[in-house]
């Protein structure tokens, strides 16, 4: 399939969801994050999710993370639309956020790090089996993720398509993704 079919499938299969199926994938997610090996992880970037877009709630993960392994840097994303890039901000609390003109929670006063995050938690509607994901077409991550040796790690509601058939060169692949049926390492 095309990136335009399966962004527009996934988009199809999430607007479906109940509140009820929203509330248990999410906590299936965050089963499935539970089990990474977090002893090497100094540092995480993790995306902040539009929930009105029943995106994966990622507050579960940090509150998680928060909880039981605080010396764990939390390091989120504020997105320059002019320049359609990323810039990365420590995370202390939802109480420093606002919503952008996309409905996106970003950092309001928190400031700009320069850590490099040893995990990458990667927003997608969709992936393959080969690890390529569909977004919303913006390239915001791919670029971000050109220079990276993070792991870069999935979250998916849906089980992988089989392929994705327009990939790109600019394309960055998963390293693994977490689903509600399991991990996959790619």
């Known amino acids: 399939m095309f990136k335009v079919q399966v962004r527009k499938q996934a988009l199809q299969q999430?607007?479906?969801?109940?509140?009820?199926d929203y509330v248990l994938l999410n906590h299936?997610?965050?089963?499935?994050?539970?089990?990474?090996?977090?002893?090497?992880?100094?540092?995480?970037?993790?995306?902040l999710p539009i929930l009105a877009n029943k995106e994966p709630n990622t507050f579960l993960l940090i509150d998680w993370l928060q909880e039981n392994y605080p010396q764990i840097e939390i390091i989120v994303p504020k997105a320059d639309f002019?320049?359609?890039?990323?810039?990365?901000?420590?995370y202390f609390s939802k109480a420093d956020l606002v919503l952008n003109?996309?409905?996106?929670?970003?950092?309001?006063?928190?400031?700009?790090t320069t850590t490099i995050p040893d995990v990458v938690l990667?927003?997608?509607?969709?992936?393959?089996?080969?690890?390529h994901r569909v977004g919303y077409g913006m390239g915001f991550y791919?670029?971000?993720l050109q220079n990276t040796t993070a792991q870069k790690i999935g979250l998916?509601?849906?089980?992988?398509?089989?392929?994705?058939?327009?990939?790109?060169?600019?394309?960055?692949?998963?390293?693994?993704?977490?689903?509600p049926s399991g991990t996959i390492d790619f």
Request: proline share 4%; aromatic share 12%; with cysteine.
């Open 156 to 179: 998916s509601f849906f089980d992988a398509v089989t392929e994705i058939n327009d990939v790109h060169l600019n394309d960055i692949r998963l390293d693994k993704c977490i689903t």
């Open 82 to 90: 002019e320049s359609s890039l990323m810039r990365s901000y420590r």
């Open 122 to 131: 990667v927003p997608l509607l969709a992936f393959d089996l080969k690890g």
């Open 142 to 144: 791919d670029r971000f």
């Open 14 to 20: 999430r607007n479906f969801l109940t509140s009820n």
């Open 28 to 47: 299936k997610l965050l089963e499935g994050f539970k089990t990474l090996d977090f002893s090497k992880i100094s540092s995480i970037h993790v995306f």
């Open 101 to 112: 003109s996309y409905h996106i929670p970003e950092p309001k006063n928190s400031q700009e």
